[in-house]
Every structure is written in C-alpha cells, then in structure tokens.
T-cell receptor, first 113, second 115 residues
Framework: SQQGEEDPQALSIQEGENATMNCSYK?????LQWYRQNSGRGLVHLIL?????REKHSGRLRVTLDTSKKSSSLLITASRAADTASYFC?????????????FGKGTHLIIQP | DSGVTQTPKHLITATGQRVTLRCSPR?????VYWYQQSLDQGLQFLIQ???????AKGNILERFSAQQFPDLHSELNLSSLELGDSALYFC??????????????FGEGSRLTVL
C-alpha cells in the first residue's frame, strides 16, 4: 500500500507552542501534500512539496521532505485554538492503474487555550 | 468555501436500500474524486472521473457505482447497503487529470447512516 502513516496519532499542546507531526511512506513519490480537516468537515489543502524540494513554508506552516528516509514533517508554529483539527499527509497513488491520492489516518491535534 | 457542493449532507436509510449522492465540482474543474471516510478504515479513495470518463478506481465495492455527467456533476450510487457502509462520503475536484500534480478541493461530505 502507498498509504502514508502519520505520527503521532494524537497530540495535545498549549496555545502558543509549536506542533510537529510526521508522515512516513513506503515507495518513491513525486510529491507529498498535507491537508487539514476540522471535525466532520471537508479536507482543506495546506501545502504541496515536490520530491526535489527539502523544505517549504506557508505562513505558520513549515513542511520538510526527506526522500532518503521516506518521511515528511509538518510544523505549525505559534499554535492557536483554531488549529485544532486532524492533519493528513497524502501521496499519489501508484500501481494498479489507480490515480488520486492516498491519505494516512491522520494526526489529531488539540490546542489547549 | 471550496466551491464543491455535495448533497445531501445527511442521509439515514435501512440495510438493503439504495442511495445516490451528488457532487458538483468547482467551476472549471474536470476531475471528480470520491472518497469514503470511516473511523476504522480512514479515508479511502473510491473512484475518479475526468471529463465524463472513468479514470481511476480505488477500493470501490461492486455494489457502488459512479458516473460523471456532461455538465461535470457526478453521482455516487450505493446499493444493497450494509451497516458497514455508514460513513462520510466526500467528493473532491481538481482542474487536471491527476491529483498528484495539484491540490484537491473537497466538499463538506455526505454523512450516510445505515440502520
């Protein structure tokens, strides 16, 4: 399976702290995406990082990609209560003629006020 | 607001029944993807359509089928429903043929409960 796996499954931190979540995958990829999902809502795209990029920033988000270790991390700096959500990494499907993205099971982030 | 519209938002039905979920993609997007999200399986890719043609299949059951119409809206048909089909069903759209090259825009989902 091409599924990415996020770690940790759940994370609870105080508002203002930084939150780091990780994603590991098994095969070669062209890019990796991160999405956020507020409880019971649709997923929202956060950032896409290509295989030739090592780091990418978007506002308070910092994503890294290490293709040699087949892993990515998402860092949210200066967390806010509104960052409480589940975060998913997504990687392109491969094999079997399937397209689309495969999502991990997500990291559930809780920001304590 | 992602621009992707899904109806109905909630649906409660009985085992053995058939339901149809509808999705209108973002204006101009040719690709539509269907995903199923449940607590035990996570987010599972079901099927993709591009400009009316089936492009890719994921973990879609034979009891499920989908189509994309000339106006680009899509429908997911679920038949002979079982308790285990209870889940959130998401539609997503993108402008290109491959989600691998760009972001997906997700609707708010249709929550199906099978009793």
């Amino acid at each position: 399976s091409q599924q990415g796996e996020e770690d940790p499954q759940a994370l609870s931190i105080q508002e203002g702290e930084n939150a780091t979540m990780n994603c590991s995958y098994k095969t070669s990829i062209n890019n990796l995406q991160w999405y956020r999902q507020n409880s019971g809502r649709g997923l929202v795209h956060l950032i896409l990082i290509r295989s030739n990029e090592r780091e990418k920033h978007s506002g308070r988000l910092r994503v890294t990609l290490d293709t040699s270790k087949k892993s990515s991390s998402l860092l949210i700096t200066a967390s806010r209560a509104a960052d409480t959500a589940s975060y998913f990494c997504a990687i392109p499907n491969s094999g079997g003629g399937a397209d689309g993205l495969t999502f991990g099971k997500g990291t559930h982030l809780i920001i304590q006020p | 607001d992602s621009g992707v519209t899904q109806t109905p938002k909630h649906l409660i039905t009985a085992t053995g029944q058939r339901v149809t979920l509808r999705c209108s993609p973002r204006s101009g997007d040719l690709s539509v993807y269907w995903y199923q999200q449940s607590l035990d399986q996570g987010l599972q890719f079901l099927i993709q359509y591009y400009n009316g043609e089936e492009r890719a299949k994921g973990n879609i059951l034979e009891r499920f089928s989908a189509q994309q119409f000339p106006d680009l809206h899509s429908e997911l048909n679920l038949s002979s429903l079982e308790l285990g089909d209870s889940a959130l069903y998401f539609c997503a759209s993108s402008s290109g043929t491959s989600a691998a090259n760009g972001e997906l825009f997700f609707g708010e989902g249709s929550r199906l409960t099978v009793l």
